[in-house]
C-alpha cells in the first residue's frame, strides 16, 4: 500500500509530533516564529514558486536536526560533535512520484525548495587532531572542518524511514581550516561533491565496505492542534548511516594548492566508495504536510508563540 497523508492520518493515535530544536525567522509576513509541532520551520519557503503551484498534491516543510555522530574520510575520521541542521520546503506535484519496496509498500518521493533567509544545512566546524602532533594551538596543530552544502538535497522520501533505501540525497564538501591552508582549502566541490545517501535501513556497500544498520528511531504523527488540516510527523532518535560514497581529493590548500598531495597523503583520498562512512547519531526530525499551501501557511501562523 502506499505510504501517503491519508496513511499518516490513520497513524495519528500513535503519538504526538516531537518539539524540535532551533526557532528560526518566521514565513513572510510573520511577526513571529512558528511554535508547538512547527517549531523550527520559520524558514519554510511558502512564497516559492514550486510549493504555489496549484497542481501540487501536497506541499510542507522539513526540520531535522542531528546531535551527534561522525564522518570517515577516507581513513580519517571526523567527529560531528556540533548539531547539523537541515530545513527546507518540500513538494508532491502531479506527477505523484512513488518509491516501491521490496516488501510490496511504497513511498511518496518528494521534491524539495531551498529555505528562506536562512541555509539549507547549517553546521558548525569540527576539530580534527593530526597524526604525530600534539594539540597545544587548534587551528595550528589541528584542523578544524565544516560540512557544507555543494547542492540541493534530492529524493526526498521521508517514510523510506526503515528500509534499505536512502531517506534523501544530499551534495556536501567538508572546508579544511588551519593556519597553513588559506581560505579555500577543500574536500569535494560544488562540482564534484560527496553524495551522501543516508538511510534508516541497512547499506549495501561495494568492497571493501561492509553493510551498516541505521535506525528510524520513534516515529509519532499528530494532526494540527489548530484544527487545520496539516499533519506533522516526526521522527524522533533516529540513525542514519551511508558508505557507499566515494571522496575526491583536496583542493586549493596552501598557496597554488601545494598542500593538496600533502592532506590527500595523510588523509587517505580520493577514495572510493565502501572505503568512508557517515553516521548521523540521535537525529530528530519533523514534516509538516498538507495538501493546501493555504492551509499549511494558515496552520503555521496560527501556531506563533
Same mark, same amino acid.
Given at each position: 500500500?502506499? $505510504? ?21 525567522a518566521g514565513p513572510a509576513g510573520a ?15 511558502? +512564497? ?31 567527529? /560531528? ?5 537541515? %530545513? ?19 513511498? +511518496? %518521493? ?35 572542518? %565544516? ?22 540525497? /544530499? ?12 581560505? %579555500? ?24 565496505g561492509v553493510p551498516m544498520s541505521g ?16 499533519v506533522i510527523a516526526s521522527f524522533a532518535?533516529? $540513525? ?34 565502501? *572505503? ?8 530528530? *526530525?519533523? /514534516? ?18
Open positions: 500500500m502506499t $505510504r501517503t497523508l491519508l496513511s499518516l492520518k490513520r497513524l495519528a493515535p500513535l503519538a504526538a509530533a516531537a518539539a524540535m530544536l532551533l526557532a528560526a511577526a513571529t516564529a512558528p511554535g508547538g509541532p512547527y517549531a523550527g520551520m520559520g524558514g519554510c519557503p511558502l +512564497n516559492s514558486a514550486q510549493l504555489q503551484d496549484p497542481s501540487d498534491l501536497q506541499v510542507g516543510c522539513v526540520v531535522s536536526v542531528t546531535h551527534t555522530g561522525s564522518f570517515t574520510i577516507g581513513t580519517t575520521t571526523v567527529p /560531528l560533535t556540533s548539531a547539523i541542521t537541515l %530545513q527546507f520546503g518540500v513538494y508532491w506535484d502531479k506527477s505523484a512520484p512513488v518509491v516501491n519496496f521490496p516488501d510490496g509498500s511504497s513511498a +511518496n %518521493q518528494y521534491a524539495t525548495v531551498a529555505p528562506t533567509g536562512t541555509s539549507l544545512l547549517n553546521a558548525k566546524p569540527a576539530q580534527i587532531t593530526i597524526p604525530g602532533i600534539i594539540n597545544f594551538l587548534p587551528g595550528v596543530t589541528s584542523v578544524f572542518a %565544516q560540512v557544507e552544502q555543494a547542492g540541493p538535497v534530492t529524493a526526498f522520501t521521508p517514510l523510506a524511514a526503515g528500509e534499505s533505501y536512502p531517506v534523501f540525497k /544530499l551534495p556536501v564538501k567538508l572546508h579544511l581550516f588551519n593556519a597553513f591552508f588559506g581560505p %579555500q582549502c577543500y574536500i569535494g566541490s560544488n562540482s564534484s561533491p560527496i553524495v551522501l545517501s543516508p538511510t534508516t535501513g541497512t547499506t549495501a556497500p561495494p568492497a571493501p535506525d528510524p528511531g520513534t516515529i509519532g504523527v499528530a494532526a494540527d492542534p489548530n484544527g487545520h488540516d496539516a532518535g533516529a $540513525r542514519l548511516v551511508d558508505n557507499t560514497f566515494s571522496v575526491p581529493g583536496a583542493s586549493g590548500c596552501g598557496l597554488g594548492g601545494i598542500l593538496d598531495p600533502i592532506i590527500d597523503l595523510v588523509m587517505g583520498i580520493p577514495a572510493g566508495a565502501g *572505503t568512508g562512512s557517515v553516521t548521523f547519531d540521535q537525529t530528530d *526530525t519533523s /514534516l509538516a504536510l498538507d495538501g493546501s499551501l493555504a492551509d499549511l501557511t494558515a496552520a503555521l501562523n496560527a501556531s506563533h508563540s
